[in-house]
């Protein structure tokens, strides 16, 4: 028979990297020893962090299970709108954590699922304290990461924040080819377009569109500083 369980609605489509950013903020303990579980496509999994409070037992860690607004179905009777879910055994700190996930984002708190979880009225609204911001600028690299990438690439990329050298590599390899793209993309696009030759003694207007082109194609020239109309069969709209 499984135990108790806390649960949390979330309000909004929030990643686990949110999640696991307010769980840092709010027990320093847990920075050093998280680590996320993500193996499903889906982009659910578990955040495992050791339990804020001194513990006596054998279990020592907290797996807080994460389920993504892509995926939630559930609870859909106490709130309707995009949500994120979590999920977290029922013992010791299991309230607090939630609280202090749920004050970053706003949502609703089922302290126990003993209770009937269809029933409103065993769901505690909490509303998202105004102006958070993560305080670690690790915790915000990671956050933008999650909501760019599905959780598995994201946090194999965060993992990329704590080897200096490596994420160094990683950049300049980038910075290399978007310099390189943007060269070739540029050559592209001055050989697609035509050269304009404008003759002011013949008040005519000349294409070139390369060797081997048809040429031939003229303009007469309306006043100087005003729009002319090229009249040729590609219509393009010259100004002088």
Same mark, same amino acid.
């Given at each position: 028979? &499984?135990g $108790?369980?806390a ?11 949110q999640?696991a ?5 709010a027990?320093?303990?847990?920075? %050093? ?7 499903? $496509? ?19 860690? #907290? ?6 607004? %892509?995926?939630?179905? !559930?609870?859909? =009777?106490?709130?309707?709108?995009? #949500?994120?879910?979590l ?6 700190? +299991?309230? /607090?954590?939630? &609280?202090?996930? *749920? /004050?970053r ?6 302290? +126990?699922?003993?209770?009937n979880? #269809?029933?409103?009225? %065993?769901?505690k609204?909490?509303? $998202?304290?105004?102006?958070? /911001?993560? +305080?670690?600028?690790?915790?915000? *690299? ?22 200096d ?10 910075n290399?080819?978007?310099? /390189? ?5 540029n050559?592209?696009?001055? $050989?697609? !377009? ?7 003694? %013949?008040a ?23 729009p002319?109309?090229?009249? =040729?069969?590609? #219509? ?5």
């Amino acid at each position: 028979m &499984m135990g $108790a369980s806390a649960k949390a609605i979330l309000f909004g489509d929030i990643s686990h990297e949110q999640v696991a950013a307010a769980i840092r903020d709010a027990f320093p303990s847990a920075a %050093n020893d998280m680590r996320m579980d993500f193996r499903d $496509a889906n982009g659910s999994g578990r955040i495992i962090f050791p339990e804020p409070q001194p513990v006596t037992g054998s279990a020592t860690h #907290r797996m807080l299970s994460f389920m993504p607004a %892509n995926i939630v179905h !559930e609870h859909n =009777d106490i709130y309707s709108g995009t #949500r994120t879910v979590l999920d977290l055994s029922k013992w010791g700190s +299991s309230t /607090e954590i939630l &609280m202090a996930i *749920l /004050e970053r984002f706003g949502g609703y708190l089922l302290e +126990s699922d003993t209770s009937n979880s #269809r029933d409103p009225d %065993n769901w505690k609204r909490i509303d $998202a304290k105004p102006g958070f /911001e993560a +305080s670690d600028p690790k915790d915000r *690299l990671k956050i933008e990461l999650a909501r760019a990438f599905p959780a598995g690439i994201a946090t194999q990329l965060a993992a990329l924040a704590d080897d200096d050298q490596a994420m160094d590599k990683v950049l300049d390899a980038f910075n290399t080819f978007k310099q /390189e793209r943007d060269i070739l993309s540029n050559l592209k696009v001055d $050989a697609a !377009e035509p050269e304009l030759e404008f003759d002011s003694t %013949n008040a005519r207007v000349e294409f070139n569109f390369g060797a081997g082109a048809d040429s031939g194609h003229h303009a007469d020239v309306e006043p100087a500083g005003r729009p002319i109309r090229c009249r =040729d069969p590609y #219509r393009a709209r010259c100004d002088v």
